[in-house]
């Protein structure tokens, strides 16, 4: 079984987007969508880890300009073959955990990356994304809730409390992919001392966090 987490998305790249067919989801990411497009309203936005391009596409209507990046240049492939109207978004390939950038960013976004991050680096991964982003700029992430019948079961737990999902591609593999589902009261914790205005907003299927970065 491959334990790879990068690679998993790798190949997955072709067939990412069905996880957006499910069809109990369609009101809450209609209601996402809403909300994003509205936080991201002429603002300048770098996404990390964009994928495939879901919500690049989707922010893109109303934002000032995107740059949308992803470790994995087979995602980024199939974003760039989507008519995306806005001509101010770009592509890069870069690793969230050695991403510097001399230009700092009006507003970041995250979207489905914060479960994939081992709950003992969190604290380095957020402390990254405050870096790419002015202080008093904006943060976003979205994110699963664990709703039983429609995510995938846990199958693994390691020592330090990161849990797993065993998953399928259509190629016949399995894969042991990392997947945490952290409450609210964790969310806020880790963002203690470096954001204020720290809202959640909780859907059924997902949960979207947005914080504005400490001024220090
Ligand atoms: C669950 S997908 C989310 C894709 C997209 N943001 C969305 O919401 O549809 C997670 C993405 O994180 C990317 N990723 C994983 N590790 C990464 C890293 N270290 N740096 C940048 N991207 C990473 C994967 O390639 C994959 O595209």
């Known amino acids: 079984m491959n334990v790879d987490m990068v690679s998993y998305y790798k190949d997955r790249a072709e067939e990412y ?15 996402a969508t809403e909300i994003l497009q509205t936080i991201f309203k002429g603002k300048s936005v770098l996404e990390i880890a964009c994928g495939t ?31 995306i109207l806005n ?3 770009s592509f890069g ?3 969230i955990y050695n991403f510097s950038s001399l230009d700092k960013y009006e507003s970041l976004f995250g979207g489905f990356i914060w479960s994939h991050i081992k709950l ?18 904006t943060v976003v992430f979205i994110d699963n ?16 409390g990161n849990t797993f999902q065993t998953r399928k591609l259509e190629d016949g593999t399995t894969h042991l992919v990392l997947k945490n589902f952290p409450k609210e009261i964790v969310l806020r914790h880790k963002l203690k001392n ?15 966090l947005c914080y504005t970065t400490r001024i220090l």
């Open 120 to 137: 003992q680096d969190i604290k380095k991964f957020l402390f990254n994304v405050n870096n790419l982003v002015y202080p008093g700029g």
């Open 194 to 208: 470096i954001a204020t205005e720290v809202r959640i907003i909780n859907l059924t299927y997902f949960w979207i």
């Open 93 to 95: 390939v870069t690793d």
């Open 17 to 31: 987007e069905k996880i957006y067919s499910k069809p109990e989801r369609q009101e809450d990411l209609k209601n």
């Open 145 to 160: 809730n664990f709703v039983e019948g429609s995510n995938l079961p846990i199958t693994n737990t390691d020592g330090k």
């Open 53 to 83: 391009g879901y919500w690049t596409e989707r922010i893109a209507q109303g934002a000032a300009s995107i740059f949308a990046t992803d470790i994995n240049e087979t995602v980024i492939d199939v974003a760039k073959r989507k008519s």
């Open 87 to 89: 001509t101010q978004v």
